[in-house]
């Protein structure tokens, strides 16, 4: 269901929420033009929206298309190729709080969380954890979630459909937590927080400068080795040579 179609259950929603409320949301967009966009939207007291950027390889868009589709049943699968939303967005500003976004498996890029930081106060992540089943992916995918707030220092809100929706504080430590496939609800606190960290500023370039670093010596040319024989016939043959 695209927002256009829940648009009326949105309505309804947004009717019961109380003054100074704001209610987030993942839901897929279809505008004008006929893209489609996944992305996080906002009931109440919310300013602006969302669309994921980095979308993901044959689950939101085929790569290569013109090449792969028809040639395998599995590439020709009826679902629509979502489009990636720009880059630079603006922070969702929600209860009077900027937000940063993540959707799904974006919150497992450091670069790309570290930018939303630069600007919000808190992050929220959305995704669906249904694919994994029963693995340890969706803790993996805590797991992650936890970095991001502990680089950044900034408190994350995590939602998913089959858990694990959790609340993180600014050092990765979880402070509250629902349980994984049940239907329930989660309340806790959120402290918005100020300043940007060294890693918030730079993101990972000094890494991968140090890395290029540690790996340069490795790429000057080498002398080859003489061995003591060949020193020692040199060393003879100068012995023998004539004297001038």
Request: hydrophobic content about 40%; overall charge neutral.
């Amino acid at each position: 269901m695209f927002e256009r179609e829940a648009r009326p259950i949105l309505e309804r929603v947004q009717s019961n929420l109380a003054p100074d409320t704001a209610l987030l949301t993942g839901i897929l967009q279809r505008d004008g033009e006929g893209l489609y966009y996944n992305s996080v939207i906002g009931l109440g007291d919310v300013e602006g929206e969302y669309r994921k950027t980095h979308l993901v390889p044959f689950g939101e868009y085929l790569p290569l298309e013109s090449l792969l589709a028809g040639t395998i049943a599995f590439f020709d699968l009826p679902m629509p190729a979502m489009t990636p939303g720009p880059e630079g967005q603006a922070p969702l500003r929600a209860a009077g709080t900027t937000i940063g976004n993540a959707i799904c498996y974006e919150i497992i890029y450091a670069d790309r969380v570290a930018a939303q930081a630069r600007h919000a106060a808190l992050l929220l992540t959305v995704s669906n954890d249904t694919w994994f089943g029963r693995s340890i992916g969706p803790l993996q995918h805590l797991q992650m979630a936890r970095l991001r707030a502990l680089e950044n220092g900034r408190q994350v809100i995590r939602a998913t459909s089959n858990g694990v929706t959790a609340i993180i504080d600014e050092r990765g430590r979880i402070t509250a937590r629902a349980p994984q496939f049940e239907i329930a609800s989660l309340a806790g606190e959120v402290t918005p927080m100020q300043g940007l960290t060294p890693f918030t500023r730079t993101g990972s370039w000094p890494t991968w400068l140090l890395a290029a670093l540690l790996v340069l010596p490795g790429l000057q040319p080498r002398r080859k080795p003489v061995s003591p024989q060949a020193v020692s016939q040199i060393f003879a043959g100068r012995k023998e040579a004539p004297s001038r």
